[in-house]
Protein backbone atom coordinates (compact mmCIF):
# COMPACT_ATOMS: atom_id res chain seq x y z
CA UNK A 1 0.00 0.00 0.00
CA UNK A 2 1.43 3.05 -0.96
CA UNK A 3 1.95 6.17 0.93
CA UNK A 4 0.79 8.29 -1.59
CA UNK A 5 -2.38 7.69 -0.53
CA UNK A 6 -3.45 10.56 1.98
CA UNK A 7 -6.01 8.16 3.52
CA UNK A 8 -3.50 5.71 4.36
CA UNK A 9 -3.33 5.95 8.32
CA UNK A 10 -0.04 8.24 9.50
CA UNK A 11 0.74 9.05 5.60
CA UNK A 12 1.72 12.35 6.96
CA UNK A 13 0.27 14.27 3.89
CA UNK A 14 -2.93 16.63 3.74
CA UNK A 15 -5.89 15.17 2.98
CA UNK A 16 -8.34 17.07 0.91
CA UNK A 17 -11.87 17.93 1.57
CA UNK A 18 -15.25 15.68 1.81
CA UNK A 19 -17.15 15.80 -1.29
CA UNK A 20 -20.27 17.78 -0.86
CA UNK A 21 -23.11 16.95 -1.44
CA UNK A 22 -22.78 13.36 -0.76
CA UNK A 23 -24.59 10.48 -2.84
CA UNK A 24 -26.63 9.59 0.04
CA UNK A 25 -28.96 12.12 1.57
CA UNK A 26 -29.02 12.31 5.60
CA UNK A 27 -32.02 10.54 6.99
CA UNK A 28 -33.72 12.59 10.02
CA UNK A 29 -34.32 10.84 13.37
CA UNK A 30 -37.24 11.84 15.21
CA UNK A 31 -37.46 10.16 18.26
CA UNK A 32 -35.15 8.03 20.54
CA UNK A 33 -36.75 4.68 20.15
CA UNK A 34 -35.98 5.24 16.08
CA UNK A 35 -32.32 6.51 17.28
CA UNK A 36 -31.64 3.37 19.48
CA UNK A 37 -32.99 0.83 16.50
CA UNK A 38 -30.79 2.28 13.85
CA UNK A 39 -27.86 1.82 15.79
CA UNK A 40 -28.40 -1.38 16.73
CA UNK A 41 -29.07 -1.93 12.88
CA UNK A 42 -25.67 -0.18 12.22
CA UNK A 43 -23.62 -1.81 14.68
CA UNK A 44 -24.38 -5.02 13.42
CA UNK A 45 -23.42 -3.96 10.19
CA UNK A 46 -20.24 -2.26 11.23
CA UNK A 47 -18.91 -5.12 13.26
CA UNK A 48 -19.07 -7.88 10.25
CA UNK A 49 -15.89 -6.21 8.97
CA UNK A 50 -14.49 -3.92 11.78
CA UNK A 51 -11.17 -6.35 12.11
CA UNK A 52 -10.31 -6.46 8.49
CA UNK A 53 -11.02 -3.20 8.31
CA UNK A 54 -8.79 -1.49 11.03
CA UNK A 55 -6.01 -3.59 9.63
CA UNK A 56 -6.58 -2.13 6.12
CA UNK A 57 -4.86 0.80 7.67
CA UNK A 58 -6.88 3.12 5.51
CA UNK A 59 -9.26 5.70 6.90
CA UNK A 60 -13.33 4.17 6.61
CA UNK A 61 -14.42 6.74 4.52
CA UNK A 62 -17.41 4.74 3.09
CA UNK A 63 -18.64 3.64 6.73
CA UNK A 64 -17.81 6.70 8.11
CA UNK A 65 -20.50 7.74 5.49
CA UNK A 66 -22.98 5.41 6.04
CA UNK A 67 -23.20 6.13 9.64
CA UNK A 68 -23.00 9.38 9.17
CA UNK A 69 -25.96 9.54 6.46
CA UNK A 70 -27.79 7.42 8.92
CA UNK A 71 -29.09 10.59 10.62
CA UNK A 72 -27.11 9.43 14.47
CA UNK A 73 -25.04 12.28 14.39
CA UNK A 74 -28.31 14.89 14.47
CA UNK A 75 -30.26 13.43 16.97
CA UNK A 76 -29.17 15.56 19.97
CA UNK A 77 -30.39 18.48 17.77
CA UNK A 78 -32.79 20.41 19.91
CA UNK A 79 -36.70 19.72 18.46
CA UNK A 80 -37.42 23.79 18.14
CA UNK A 81 -34.58 23.27 15.57
CA UNK A 82 -35.74 20.19 13.57
CA UNK A 83 -33.79 17.53 15.68
CA UNK A 84 -35.18 14.56 17.37
CA UNK A 85 -33.35 16.36 20.60
CA UNK A 86 -33.19 13.25 22.44
CA UNK A 87 -31.93 12.49 25.92
CA UNK A 88 -28.92 11.86 26.81
CA UNK A 89 -29.05 8.71 28.41
CA UNK A 90 -30.45 7.67 24.64
CA UNK A 91 -27.36 8.77 22.91
CA UNK A 92 -25.42 7.19 25.62
CA UNK A 93 -26.88 3.91 24.49
CA UNK A 94 -26.41 4.56 20.05
CA UNK A 95 -22.35 5.48 21.50
CA UNK A 96 -22.19 2.41 23.18
CA UNK A 97 -23.50 -0.05 20.44
CA UNK A 98 -21.88 1.46 18.25
CA UNK A 99 -18.45 1.59 19.98
CA UNK A 100 -19.12 -2.49 20.61
CA UNK A 101 -18.91 -2.60 17.12
CA UNK A 102 -15.68 -0.15 16.00
CA UNK A 103 -14.76 2.30 18.56
CA UNK A 104 -12.44 4.29 16.30
CA UNK A 105 -15.66 5.11 14.15
CA UNK A 106 -17.58 5.75 17.27
CA UNK A 107 -15.31 8.11 18.73
CA UNK A 108 -14.99 10.19 15.30
CA UNK A 109 -18.54 11.74 16.59
CA UNK A 110 -17.64 12.42 19.64
CA UNK A 111 -16.05 16.23 19.13
CA UNK A 112 -19.05 16.59 16.46
CA UNK A 113 -21.32 15.83 19.03
CA UNK A 114 -19.87 17.95 21.62
CA UNK A 115 -19.97 20.82 18.92
CA UNK A 116 -23.65 20.72 19.03
CA UNK A 117 -23.86 20.58 22.61
CA UNK A 118 -21.44 24.37 22.51
CA UNK A 119 -23.72 25.52 19.96
CA UNK A 120 -26.77 24.58 21.87
CA UNK A 121 -25.70 26.55 24.78
CA UNK A 122 -23.45 29.42 23.60
CA UNK A 123 -24.74 30.13 19.83
CA UNK A 124 -27.06 33.02 19.03
CA UNK A 125 -30.40 32.29 17.41
CA UNK A 126 -29.56 32.87 13.70
CA UNK A 127 -26.04 30.73 15.14
CA UNK A 128 -28.48 27.79 15.86
CA UNK A 129 -30.45 28.11 13.13
CA UNK A 130 -27.84 28.06 10.42
CA UNK A 131 -25.67 25.61 11.81
CA UNK A 132 -28.32 22.99 13.55
CA UNK A 133 -29.78 23.37 9.61
CA UNK A 134 -26.11 22.25 8.41
CA UNK A 135 -25.79 19.30 10.67
CA UNK A 136 -29.47 18.06 9.87
CA UNK A 137 -28.76 18.03 6.50
CA UNK A 138 -25.74 15.88 6.96
CA UNK A 139 -22.76 18.19 7.94
CA UNK A 140 -19.87 16.76 10.15
CA UNK A 141 -17.85 18.64 12.79
CA UNK A 142 -14.60 17.43 13.31
CA UNK A 143 -12.87 19.35 16.07
CA UNK A 144 -9.19 21.51 16.38
CA UNK A 145 -9.07 21.78 19.92
CA UNK A 146 -5.67 20.77 21.67
CA UNK A 147 -2.43 21.44 21.24
CA UNK A 148 1.42 19.97 21.82
CA UNK A 149 3.84 21.32 23.80
CA UNK A 150 1.89 23.93 26.34
CA UNK A 151 2.10 23.62 30.08
CA UNK A 152 -1.15 21.90 30.42
CA UNK A 153 -4.30 21.18 27.98
CA UNK A 154 -5.48 24.95 28.48
CA UNK A 155 -2.86 27.19 27.94
CA UNK A 156 -3.79 27.69 24.14
CA UNK A 157 -1.35 29.48 21.72
CA UNK A 158 -3.46 29.66 18.64
CA UNK A 159 -4.71 33.00 18.15
CA UNK A 160 -8.34 34.81 17.21
CA UNK A 161 -7.97 38.21 15.37
CA UNK A 162 -10.89 40.16 14.79
CA UNK A 163 -10.47 42.07 11.33
CA UNK A 164 -13.95 43.64 10.48
CA UNK A 165 -16.86 40.97 9.83
CA UNK A 166 -14.61 38.20 10.53
CA UNK A 167 -11.86 36.68 12.51
CA UNK A 168 -8.22 35.39 11.42
CA UNK A 169 -7.15 32.68 13.47
CA UNK A 170 -3.42 31.24 13.15
CA UNK A 171 -1.95 28.10 15.29
CA UNK A 172 -1.09 24.08 14.87
CA UNK A 173 -3.65 21.56 16.31
CA UNK A 174 -3.62 18.20 16.88
CA UNK A 175 -5.03 15.34 18.28
CA UNK A 176 -8.00 16.39 15.77
CA UNK A 177 -10.55 13.57 16.00
CA UNK A 178 -12.74 13.50 12.84
CA UNK A 179 -10.81 16.42 10.84
CA UNK A 180 -10.12 14.49 8.35
CA UNK A 181 -13.44 13.68 6.79
CA UNK A 182 -14.91 16.89 8.47
CA UNK A 183 -17.13 19.01 6.97
CA UNK A 184 -16.99 21.77 9.83
CA UNK A 185 -14.19 22.41 11.86
CA UNK A 186 -14.74 24.06 15.56
CA UNK A 187 -11.84 25.78 16.37
CA UNK A 188 -10.82 27.23 19.88
CA UNK A 189 -8.69 29.89 19.18
CA UNK A 190 -7.80 32.83 22.76
CA UNK A 191 -8.15 36.63 21.97
CA UNK A 192 -5.75 38.90 23.33
CA UNK A 193 -7.24 39.02 26.81
CA UNK A 194 -6.70 35.01 26.47
CA UNK A 195 -10.48 33.93 26.42
CA UNK A 196 -11.29 31.37 24.81
CA UNK A 197 -13.93 30.78 21.14
CA UNK A 198 -14.94 28.40 19.44
CA UNK A 199 -14.76 29.60 15.55
CA UNK A 200 -16.48 26.80 13.39
CA UNK A 201 -14.77 27.15 9.65
CA UNK A 202 -15.45 25.49 6.52
CA UNK A 203 -12.98 22.29 5.95
CA UNK A 204 -12.17 24.03 2.49
CA UNK A 205 -11.61 27.10 3.58
CA UNK A 206 -8.14 29.23 2.52
CA UNK A 207 -5.51 28.43 5.12
CA UNK A 208 -6.35 25.17 6.45
CA UNK A 209 -4.74 22.37 6.40
CA UNK A 210 -5.39 18.99 7.91
CA UNK A 211 -2.39 16.33 7.84
CA UNK A 212 -3.01 12.18 8.11
CA UNK A 213 -0.12 11.75 10.53
CA UNK A 214 -2.23 9.99 13.56
CA UNK A 215 0.49 7.24 14.59
CA UNK A 216 -1.04 5.99 17.48
CA UNK A 217 -1.65 2.12 18.48
CA UNK A 218 -5.55 2.27 18.50
CA UNK A 219 -8.02 4.47 17.54
CA UNK A 220 -6.20 4.61 14.00
CA UNK A 221 -8.77 5.17 12.16
CA UNK A 222 -10.44 8.09 13.85
CA UNK A 223 -8.77 10.69 11.50
CA UNK A 224 -7.28 12.42 14.49
CA UNK A 225 -4.55 14.09 12.54
CA UNK A 226 -2.82 17.92 12.48
CA UNK A 227 -4.58 20.86 12.01
CA UNK A 228 -2.61 23.48 10.20
CA UNK A 229 -4.11 26.88 10.60
CA UNK A 230 -2.20 29.94 8.86
CA UNK A 231 -4.87 32.65 8.47
CA UNK A 232 -7.75 31.17 7.93
CA UNK A 233 -10.84 33.26 8.39
CA UNK A 234 -14.03 32.83 9.93
CA UNK A 235 -17.17 34.98 9.50
CA UNK A 236 -18.10 36.10 12.73
CA UNK A 237 -21.59 34.59 12.29
CA UNK A 238 -19.80 31.55 12.93
CA UNK A 239 -18.01 32.71 16.56
CA UNK A 240 -19.27 31.44 19.53
CA UNK A 241 -18.52 32.63 22.95
CA UNK A 242 -17.54 28.93 24.30
CA UNK A 243 -15.76 30.87 27.68
CA UNK A 244 -19.67 31.43 28.46
CA UNK A 245 -20.54 27.68 29.45
CA UNK A 246 -17.76 27.86 32.45
CA UNK A 247 -18.91 30.61 34.16
CA UNK A 248 -19.10 29.96 37.87
CA UNK A 249 -22.21 31.93 38.65
CA UNK A 250 -23.37 30.40 35.54
CA UNK A 251 -22.55 27.39 34.10
CA UNK A 252 -23.58 24.81 31.44
CA UNK A 253 -23.04 21.11 31.45
CA UNK A 254 -20.51 21.34 28.43
CA UNK A 255 -18.22 19.57 30.08
CA UNK A 256 -20.13 16.65 31.10
CA UNK A 257 -21.46 16.07 28.06
CA UNK A 258 -17.77 16.15 26.41
CA UNK A 259 -16.96 13.85 29.46
CA UNK A 260 -20.45 11.37 28.90
CA UNK A 261 -19.42 10.97 25.05
CA UNK A 262 -15.78 9.73 26.51
CA UNK A 263 -17.28 6.96 28.99
CA UNK A 264 -19.72 5.99 26.79
CA UNK A 265 -17.20 4.98 24.03
CA UNK A 266 -15.10 3.25 26.58
CA UNK A 267 -18.19 1.36 27.65
CA UNK A 268 -18.90 0.40 24.34
CA UNK A 269 -14.94 -1.45 23.57
CA UNK A 270 -15.66 -3.21 26.85
CA UNK A 271 -19.39 -4.50 25.80
CA UNK A 272 -17.93 -5.83 22.61
CA UNK A 273 -14.41 -7.62 23.97
CA UNK A 274 -17.02 -9.32 25.93
CA UNK A 275 -18.39 -10.16 23.40
CA UNK A 276 -15.80 -11.47 21.69
CA UNK A 277 -14.52 -13.02 24.51
CA UNK A 278 -18.08 -15.30 25.40
CA UNK A 279 -17.99 -16.40 20.99
CA UNK A 280 -13.98 -17.53 21.05
CA UNK A 281 -14.39 -19.67 24.60
CA UNK A 282 -17.52 -20.85 23.08
CA UNK A 283 -16.23 -21.72 19.49
CA UNK A 284 -12.20 -21.99 19.85
CA UNK A 285 -10.52 -22.02 23.51
CA UNK A 286 -9.91 -25.67 25.01
CA UNK A 287 -10.73 -26.30 28.31
CA UNK A 288 -7.64 -26.64 30.90
CA UNK A 289 -6.49 -30.01 31.42
CA UNK A 290 -6.90 -29.55 35.31
CA UNK A 291 -10.77 -28.68 35.18
CA UNK A 292 -11.83 -31.89 33.58
CA UNK A 293 -14.26 -30.70 31.72
CA UNK A 294 -15.04 -31.23 27.80
CA UNK A 295 -15.30 -27.40 27.11
CA UNK A 296 -13.98 -24.12 27.92
CA UNK A 297 -17.02 -22.80 28.49
CA UNK A 298 -17.45 -25.33 31.15
CA UNK A 299 -14.63 -24.34 33.38
CA UNK A 300 -15.81 -23.00 36.77
CA UNK A 301 -12.95 -20.09 36.67
CA UNK A 302 -13.89 -18.70 33.42
CA UNK A 303 -17.36 -18.39 34.51
CA UNK A 304 -16.25 -16.69 37.73
CA UNK A 305 -14.36 -13.99 36.00
CA UNK A 306 -16.87 -13.84 33.36
CA UNK A 307 -19.62 -13.03 35.54
CA UNK A 308 -17.84 -10.68 37.02
CA UNK A 309 -17.09 -8.49 34.48
CA UNK A 310 -20.75 -8.88 32.74
CA UNK A 311 -21.43 -7.40 36.26
CA UNK A 312 -19.85 -4.71 36.20
CA UNK A 313 -20.96 -4.01 32.57
CA UNK A 314 -24.20 -3.30 33.75
CA UNK A 315 -23.04 -1.29 36.29
CA UNK A 316 -21.76 0.96 33.70
CA UNK A 317 -24.80 1.02 31.39
CA UNK A 318 -26.62 1.98 34.63
CA UNK A 319 -24.10 4.54 35.80
CA UNK A 320 -23.86 5.84 31.83
CA UNK A 321 -28.34 6.26 32.29
CA UNK A 322 -27.83 8.11 35.32
CA UNK A 323 -25.39 10.46 34.11
CA UNK A 324 -27.37 11.03 31.08
CA UNK A 325 -30.48 11.76 33.25
CA UNK A 326 -28.65 14.01 35.81
CA UNK A 327 -27.13 15.89 32.22
CA UNK A 328 -30.69 16.41 30.95
CA UNK A 329 -31.35 17.87 34.05
CA UNK A 330 -28.69 20.48 33.40
CA UNK A 331 -29.31 20.97 29.99
CA UNK A 332 -33.03 21.89 31.38
CA UNK A 333 -31.89 23.77 34.29
CA UNK A 334 -28.29 25.08 34.27
CA UNK A 335 -27.29 25.81 37.58
CA UNK A 336 -23.83 26.03 39.77
CA UNK A 337 -25.59 23.03 41.56
CA UNK A 338 -27.21 20.73 38.46
CA UNK A 339 -23.92 21.34 36.43
CA UNK A 340 -22.07 19.85 39.24
CA UNK A 341 -24.40 17.46 39.83
CA UNK A 342 -24.09 16.18 36.31
CA UNK A 343 -20.18 16.45 36.28
CA UNK A 344 -20.13 14.33 39.43
CA UNK A 345 -22.41 11.53 37.50
CA UNK A 346 -20.62 11.46 34.88
CA UNK A 347 -17.13 11.18 36.58
CA UNK A 348 -18.22 8.34 38.50
CA UNK A 349 -19.38 6.41 35.70
CA UNK A 350 -16.40 7.34 33.71
CA UNK A 351 -14.03 5.40 36.40
CA UNK A 352 -16.16 2.65 36.13
CA UNK A 353 -16.11 2.45 31.92
CA UNK A 354 -12.34 3.36 32.01
CA UNK A 355 -10.96 0.66 34.24
CA UNK A 356 -13.54 -1.85 32.84
CA UNK A 357 -12.22 -1.12 29.26
CA UNK A 358 -8.62 -2.45 30.72
CA UNK A 359 -9.67 -4.87 32.24
CA UNK A 360 -12.07 -6.59 29.71
CA UNK A 361 -9.77 -6.46 26.89
CA UNK A 362 -6.72 -7.77 29.11
CA UNK A 363 -9.01 -10.44 30.06
CA UNK A 364 -10.25 -11.27 26.60
CA UNK A 365 -6.60 -13.12 25.87
CA UNK A 366 -6.21 -14.27 29.63
CA UNK A 367 -9.53 -16.68 28.71
CA UNK A 368 -9.74 -17.15 25.37
CA UNK A 369 -6.26 -18.35 24.80
CA UNK A 370 -3.06 -18.40 22.92
CA UNK A 371 -5.17 -18.75 20.16
CA UNK A 372 -7.02 -15.45 20.55
CA UNK A 373 -3.25 -14.01 19.86
CA UNK A 374 -3.25 -14.88 16.21
CA UNK A 375 -3.11 -11.70 13.76
CA UNK A 376 -5.72 -13.32 12.06
CA UNK A 377 -8.34 -12.38 14.74
CA UNK A 378 -6.58 -8.73 15.42
CA UNK A 379 -8.35 -8.87 18.64
CA UNK A 380 -5.96 -6.91 20.22
CA UNK A 381 -7.60 -3.96 18.89
CA UNK A 382 -9.64 -3.88 21.49
CA UNK A 383 -7.07 -3.43 24.35
CA UNK A 384 -5.08 -1.13 21.55
CA UNK A 385 -8.26 1.08 21.61
CA UNK A 386 -9.24 1.14 25.35
CA UNK A 387 -5.72 1.83 26.34
CA UNK A 388 -5.71 4.63 23.69
CA UNK A 389 -9.19 6.30 24.25
CA UNK A 390 -9.23 5.93 28.02
CA UNK A 391 -5.83 8.36 27.73
CA UNK A 392 -8.07 11.33 26.91
CA UNK A 393 -7.93 12.52 30.66
CA UNK A 394 -6.35 10.73 33.95
CA UNK A 395 -9.08 8.69 35.86
CA UNK A 396 -7.41 8.87 38.97
CA UNK A 397 -8.55 12.90 38.82
CA UNK A 398 -12.10 11.58 38.62
CA UNK A 399 -12.02 10.01 41.89
CA UNK A 400 -10.31 13.20 43.39
CA UNK A 401 -12.91 15.41 42.69
CA UNK A 402 -16.02 12.94 43.48
CA UNK A 403 -14.38 12.71 46.79
CA UNK A 404 -13.47 16.14 47.53
CA UNK A 405 -17.00 16.89 46.57
CA UNK A 406 -18.90 14.29 48.68
CA UNK A 407 -16.19 15.25 51.53
CA UNK A 408 -16.25 18.46 51.32
CA UNK A 409 -18.79 19.84 48.78
CA UNK A 410 -16.41 20.96 46.32
CA UNK A 411 -17.73 21.17 42.74
CA UNK A 412 -15.74 20.12 40.48
CA UNK A 413 -13.08 22.28 38.01
CA UNK A 414 -15.38 24.33 34.76
CA UNK A 415 -13.56 23.24 32.17
CA UNK A 416 -13.65 20.70 29.04
CA UNK A 417 -11.75 17.53 30.85
CA UNK A 418 -13.72 17.47 34.23
Not at 105 to 124: K, M
Not at 260 to 285: P, Y
Not at 319 to 330: K, M, N, R, S
Not at 373 to 387: G, I, S, V
Request: charged share 20%.
Amino acid sequence: MSLSNPFVVGSGLPVPPPLWPRTTPTARIETDAEAIRIAQDLASHLKQNAAAREQSNVFPLEELDLYSSSGLWGITVPRSYGGAGVSYSTLGKVVQLIAAADGALAQIAQNHWAAVAVIASCGTESQKAELFGLILDGKRCGNAFSERGNKTVTDLKTQLVREGDHVSITGKKYYCTGALAADLVPIVAVDDQGVAWLAIADRNTEGLTVLNDWSAFGQRQTGSGTVLLENVKVPLTRVLPAWKAYLPDNPRPDSAISQFIQASIDGGIAQGALEETVSFVNTRTRAWIDSHQDHAHEDPYTRHILGGLFARLSACRALLDVAGQTIDAAVAHPTPDTVASAQIATAEAKIFTTELAIDATNRLFELAGTAATDTRYNLDRYWRNARTHTLHDPVRWKYAIVGDYYLNGTFPPLHAWS
